[in-house]
């Protein structure tokens, strides 16, 4: 039996490697899917107020950029129109798959039985016809009353019926009237969960679920059964209709100006949150004595630090690609 000794080279990727090579690789689109779906299995995220100053700033930065870009090259105005629309963060809620039917067709198809007057069916109909694409009314009684010349409590009464039909939550006039209709109608009987939609929802978009623990005098356990419960629901129940009349377009993850008689990249780094690290688990780990809770804690804060830096190496990286793509291609932008 002969012994030998070979020195061979094996390169073994660590999870947190694999995990970076992921972020690096996806699209602004699923990189915002990504954030979401983490600041929900990860209590330790926060989403910032986004009317703080330092967001007011960088808009106002965006918007000077826009307005400057527009006046100089009329062809910038098609790349940065969709920049005009800051996405809130109600915007930022799952999406459904559309079908052939439109929302109208299908609300109409459950009244066909309906004992309505003639009065009356012009009025739901009008109703129904005046829903929004997330299937809102955003009109108002009195003035569809006056516009038929109907009265006023029938309009509201006809209102009633409208959001009586499925899919539940249509015919509602905000988020919040949206999905206490559909607890209505589940029949949820967590109390805590119309507490939140009340008056938490705005911490619940950012996160903030210590915040709604500490305002509602409760455990973060109840916080985060409310939390699963609200995001059970359809904050846009005409979304999963067709909407003829909607139009898809492509998001760039950067975009390519011409200033002047030079090019410059711009990134697109609206599509996906920025996040930070709530205080307030950064202050319990200094002083829990709860070894478990230490852990759990100090885990999660470990996660979150490291899918922040691995969406700035993603930003750097991207930036440099893009500029080396520009000067090699630099005929293709000049002249086509």
Same mark, same amino acid.
């Given at each position: 039996?002969? *012994? ?19 972020? *690096? ?23 910032? #107020?986004?009317?703080?100053? +330092? ?10 950029? %826009? ?14 129109? +969709?920049e005009r629309t800051s996405h809130s963060i109600e915007d930022r809620w799952h999406d459904f798959y559309e079908s052939e039917e439109t929302l109208s067709e299908y609300l109409l =198809? +459950?009244?066909? %039985? @309906? #004992? ?14 005046? %829903?929004?694409?997330? !299937? ?5 009684? *009195?003035?569809? @009353? ?14 009633? #019926?409208?959001?009586?039909l499925e899919p539940a939550g249509v015919g509602t006039r905000d988020l919040k009237e949206c999905l206490l209709l559909q607890i209505d109608r589940k029949k949820v009987e967590y ?9 938490? *929802?705005?911490?619940? @978009? ?20 409310? /939390?699963?419960?609200?995001? =059970?629901?359809?904050?846009?129940? !005409?979304?999963? $209709? ?5 139009? /898809? &377009? ?9 200033? !002047? ?34 852990? &759990?804690l100090h885990e999660k804060i470990q996660q979150a630090q490291w899918v922040s830096n691995c969406i700035k190496q993603r930003t750097s990286i991207f930036s440099k690609i893009m ?5 090699? +291609?630099? #005929?293709? $932008?000049?002249? !086509?």
């Amino acid at each position: 039996m002969e *012994l030998k000794m070979e020195i061979n080279q094996k390169q073994i990727l660590s999870q947190h490697m694999v995990q970076s090579m992921e972020i *690096l690789q996806m699209s602004a689109q699923e990189l915002e899917a990504y954030i979401e779906n983490l600041a929900v299995e990860n209590p330790v995220i926060e989403f910032p #107020d986004i009317h703080s100053e +330092q967001t007011d700033a960088a808009q106002m930065e965006l918007q000077r950029r %826009l307005d400057w870009l527009e006046s100089a090259d009329w062809q910038n105005k098609v790349y940065y129109q +969709q920049e005009r629309t800051s996405h809130s963060i109600e915007d930022r809620w799952h999406d459904f798959y559309e079908s052939e039917e439109t929302l109208s067709e299908y609300l109409l =198809s +459950q009244l066909l %039985l @309906a #004992d309505y007057s003639g009065s009356e069916r012009a009025v739901i109909e009008f109703l129904i016809f005046s %829903l929004d694409s997330r !299937g809102y009314f955003m009109d108002e009684i *009195l003035s569809v @009353a006056d516009r038929l010349k109907v009265p006023g409590q029938m309009v509201q009464k006809l209102l009633g #019926d409208l959001q009586a039909l499925e899919p539940a939550g249509v015919g509602t006039r905000d988020l919040k009237e949206c999905l206490l209709l559909q607890i209505d109608r589940k029949k949820v009987e967590y109390e805590i969960v119309r507490s939140v939609i009340k008056n938490h *929802l705005g911490d619940l @978009a950012k996160n903030h679920l210590a915040e709604i623990a500490k305002k509602l005098h409760i455990t973060m356990d109840e916080v985060l059964k409310a /939390c699963e419960i609200i995001r =059970s629901l359809n904050p846009k129940p !005409g979304n999963f $209709f067709n909407n003829r009349e909607r139009f /898809c &377009y492509v998001i760039p993850d950067a975009v390519v100006v011409k200033m !002047g008689e030079q090019f410059d990249v711009i990134l697109n780094q609206s599509r996906h949150p920025d996040f930070t690290i709530n205080n307030y688990y950064r202050e319990m780990i200094r002083y829990t004595k709860d070894t478990e809770t230490k852990k &759990y804690l100090h885990e999660k804060i470990q996660q979150a630090q490291w899918v922040s830096n691995c969406i700035k190496q993603r930003t750097s990286i991207f930036s440099k690609i893009m500029r080396i793509l520009l000067e090699i +291609q630099y #005929d293709f $932008f000049a002249a !086509g």
